[in-house]
């Protein structure tokens, strides 16, 4: 089994940048496909970034596409997700995610999640 921590999230204004990161203990994370998520109040968790298992791969909803960027470091045992010019519909709790196949987009494909960190766009 493995536990996620997230961190890095916090008020920034639109078109600032934020680097989430998601460190892992338990279990080595090159064992899981890792997601990013959100959830805004009154809505349903969505997916935002996916990555595989060695970080070849990326996988990135539309609406962050070109301005988020998913990566990992095995070493470290961590994820992370740089955002860039972010917008006030950007704002959410962010988990992070562990799963077993590599850019699936539906939170229920994943087994194990942090606690979320509070991303804040101010316009």
């Known amino acids: 089994q493995v536990q996620l921590s997230e961190s890095g999230g916090g008020l920034v204004q639109a078109g600032g940048s934020l680097r989430l990161s998601c460190a892992a203990s338990?279990?080595?994370?090159?064992?899981?496909?890792m997601g990013w998520f959100r959830q805004a109040p009154g809505k349903e968790r969505e997916f935002v970034a996916g990555i595989s298992w060695g970080g070849v791969t990326t996988y990135y909803a539309d609406s962050v596409k070109g301005r988020f960027t998913i990566s990992r470091d095995n070493a470290k045992n961590s994820v992370y997700l740089q955002m860039n010019s972010l917008k006030p519909e950007d704002m959410g709790v962010y988990y992070c995610a562990a799963g077993w196949i590599a850019g699936q987009r539906s939170f229920r494909d994943y087994d194990y999640w942090g606690q979320g960190t509070r991303v804040t766009v101010s316009s």
């Open positions: 338990g279990r080595t994370l090159s064992s899981y496909a």
